[in-house]
């Protein structure tokens, strides 16, 4: 129903924390593995019985704000997080999601003198809200949730939403939403970007960086090749004049993206031998399988009911199977339901 893994990185420790809470027969518990990184973690449980799921999401809540305060982090590197009693509640934000585009639409958005483009990082995005001298990440749900403690200093006298990913402990803005009380969303991208140069650039804030954009065709066709050429996700298509929507469109948009490799969200199902996982995606309200995916020996094994983000070649027809899976992160900003079969790409046939 939930899960977090935590990693405490502090002195000479290199330990590893998973809670969770699951559904049992009359209720929910509350458990969790802990041990050495690498080692077989030991399994146990913080409650003896099941309990309603509001005392068992409260009583999860303080575990991890314990385990915070002390040198715990999410980050897998021992970045130090800050967090806050609002974490886990709505923030009532969310951030503007994008739709697809092919290889052709992509180099016709290159040539297409209203729209910039910007490198898609590959990181997890966040909405920063900088108000009141503190600082809260919002994720793709719309709920607060810590942030990495030099991103969360980094602006914390502003009054400003910023828009961007964050890999490691540094948070590449591409968009801002707010700037000193002034609502910047019904601005165009341009307009919005200008004022975030300026102010990012300004500051020279060594945890926030800028992720540029550019204009011209000839710019927007050396970054689609140069992406391409380095490994790079993707490029980020931006209508010039189009204002921060929040939320997905039903298809199209004015914010469009192109990957030059696939990837989707899935349910791990089951638990194989030889570091492995069973995955599977949501068909017509069922879980489906889609086989199988390593897990890296330097990344912990995610527990069943996790999601998971997967980079594949294609999926092929009939099975739902990805051909050539390589294993990305554990999603804690996806809910299982939204790892829905549509995602999925497949192999095209004669």
Not at 284 to 305: F, L, M, W
């Amino acid at each position: 129903m939930k899960s977090i893994t935590l990693y405490c990185t502090h002195g000479n420790s290199d330990k590893v924390y998973q809670l969770s809470i699951v559904e049992a027969e009359g209720g929910y518990l509350v458990n969790y593995q802990n041990g050495k990184r690498g080692s077989t973690l030991r399994p146990g449980t913080r409650t003896k019985e099941p309990v309603p799921f509001e005392q068992a999401e409260k009583l999860y809540n303080s575990i991890v704000k314990k385990k915070l305060s002390d040198h715990y982090t999410e980050s897998e590197d021992g970045t130090v997080y800050v967090s806050s009693e609002d974490d886990g509640s709505n923030s009532g934000i969310h951030c503007q999601l994008l739709n697809t585009i092919s290889k052709g639409e992509a180099k016709d958005k290159c040539n297409d003198n209203s729209y910039a483009a910007q490198e898609k990082m590959d990181g997890e995005r966040r909405l920063v809200k900088y108000s009141n001298n503190t600082a809260h990440g919002i994720n793709k749900k719309g709920k607060f949730v810590s942030l990495p403690e030099p991103i969360a200093t980094a602006f914390c006298d502003c009054d400003m939403i910023l828009d961007g990913e964050i890999i490691g402990d540094i948070l590449y803005v591409f968009d801002i939403l707010r700037h000193q009380c002034n609502d910047l969303a019904e601005l165009g991208f341009e307009q919005r970007y200008a004022l975030l140069h300026q102010l990012i650039v300004d500051s020279e804030q060594d945890s926030v960086k800028l992720v540029h954009a550019y204009f011209s065709p000839a710019e927007k066709r050396r970054l689609l090749k140069d992406t391409k050429a380095q490994g790079k996700e993707g490029v980020v298509f931006k209508l010039n004049c189009s204002p921060y929507v929040s939320g997905r469109p039903i298809s199209g948009g004015d914010h469009l993206k192109y990957k030059h490799y696939k990837t989707a969200s899935f349910i791990v199902s089951k638990i194989n031998t030889q570091r492995s996982v069973g995955i599977s995606v949501v068909c017509n309200g069922k879980a489906t399988s889609s086989g199988n995916v390593s897990i890296p020996i330097n990344k912990e094994i995610p527990s069943i009911g996790d999601v998971i983000e997967v980079r594949y070649l294609y999926a092929i027809p009939k099975s739902n199977a990805l051909h050539q899976p390589t294993y990305k992160e554990l999603r804690n900003d996806v809910e299982p339901d939204d790892c829905k079969i549509e995602q999925l790409e497949y192999k095209r046939t004669a």
